[in-house]
């Protein structure tokens, strides 16, 4: 949803097994900053990639992971919890 505003390089991967791009070291490295929706998948980012995380900003959305995948709840959802972070025009 935001890989074409323009001014953010953006890149989405997940935390589940199941998930098509899974998160990985080179990507945690390569953020600036890394938005996830809960808890849980914060712990699961520290437990395996507790280097990695020490140099790397995130942020917890408390979004539930409840949602269909991209479904225009989740969308507006996501743009209202990451407003104070990033400057979307």
Same mark, same amino acid.
């Given at each position: 949803?935001?890989?074409?505003?323009?001014?953010?390089? %953006?890149?989405?991967?997940?935390? #589940?097994?199941?998930?098509? /791009?899974?998160?990985?070291?080179?990507?945690?490295?390569?953020?600036?900053?890394?938005? %996830?929706? #809960?808890?849980?998948?914060?712990?699961?980012?520290?437990?395996r990639?507790?280097? #990695?995380?020490?140099?790397?900003?995130?942020? %917890?959305?408390? /979004?539930?992971?409840e949602?269909?995948?991209?479904?225009d709840?989740? /969308?507006?959802?996501?743009?209202?919890?990451?407003?104070?972070?990033?400057?979307?025009?």
């Amino acid at each position: 949803m935001f890989k074409n505003h323009g001014f953010y390089l %953006v890149k989405s991967a997940g935390t #589940e097994a199941s998930a098509r /791009i899974k998160i990985n070291r080179g990507l945690l490295l390569w953020a600036d900053i890394v938005f %996830v929706m #809960e808890q849980k998948h914060l712990d699961r980012l520290n437990q395996r990639f507790l280097n #990695e995380m020490s140099s790397t900003a995130v942020v %917890v959305l408390d /979004i539930p992971d409840e949602y269909q995948y991209m479904s225009d709840d989740l /969308i507006e959802h996501l743009k209202e919890s990451t407003k104070p972070f990033l400057d979307l025009g």
